[in-house]
């Protein structure tokens, strides 16, 4: 068997000057590149272009620089039975900032994501909130900070609470960089998986901090429309290609309450827990919103929003 590698796997595919317009590669396939991200579902870190895996690492860590994030934590809800494998409908509630549905939902489950009931201990799968967290940031190779910029969507146990040394979820890196009199987009930071989680996870370590070339780049790369647009949570309400993933029935869906009063932003690492309300009873069996994962029984969201995505 031939063996031997590419030239963009060698890395011999080098030029003085940018040449990816030639005025002809992009009409064979009539398709432009217009996201390029860094899926890290089941512990693995995969290149995905325009929806498709084109290339996978077995490295258990990236080197990365992170140039922009989401202003919020983003949040969604998916009907039905989630198997691994299988074509997933678009949600049928998601928020930009964790405050209301989305202007773009057509059936929102509440008016405030505070009183809303898949905002509630229990209303998931073994205990869990049906409603999940995500947050994306927008990064670059470390040994290519003036290239791609790739999309990155963290899971909430990727963002919320505590590591160690080697490993630091989002916020807490965050934290943990600024102490340190630096910002995120002024080092570079190793992303890791941590093996020893159950469910797809991870953390952020600082490796060591840019110099002024470096950071001048990361700038520019940072104001750049596939910057702003790998932070941005699009949505696709188009179901015509979707295979159906929830044939079996899907899980009652609480009533939405009727309208709520306005209530104060609150801060997404500390988003209180509504008291549970008695909701009708359901006229049809109740399902599980998702399968568990083995152990624990936590439903990776980077499986299910890569799957849907």
Known sequence: MNTEVDIFQSGGAVATTHRANDGFTANITGSSITSKRISIRNNVFRLVVNGKEIDKSEARHIDVVVVNASPAVHRMYFEGEYKPGMKVSPPACWTSDSIKPDVAVENPQATQCVSCPQNVKGSGANGTKACRFSRRIAVVKAEDMSGDIFQV???????????????????????????????????????????????????????RVLDDGEYETCTKQSTSEDAERAIKLTVSTNKEDTTDAFSQPATPRVEAPKAEPEIKPVVEDNIPEPVKREAEKPTVETKKTATPLPETGEVSLDDLVSEWE
Do not use: W
């Not at 943990?176 to 093996?195: C, E, G, I, W």
């Open 153 to 207: 969507t963290l899971p909430a146990q990727s963002i919320f609470g505590n590591g160690n040394a080697e490993r630091r979820p989002l916020h807490e890196y965050t934290d943990y960089v600024r102490a340190n009199n630096q910002n995120l987009m002024s080092v570079v930071s190793r992303m890791s998986f941590d093996m020893d989680s159950s469910s797809t996870k991870v953390g952020f370590k600082p490796i």
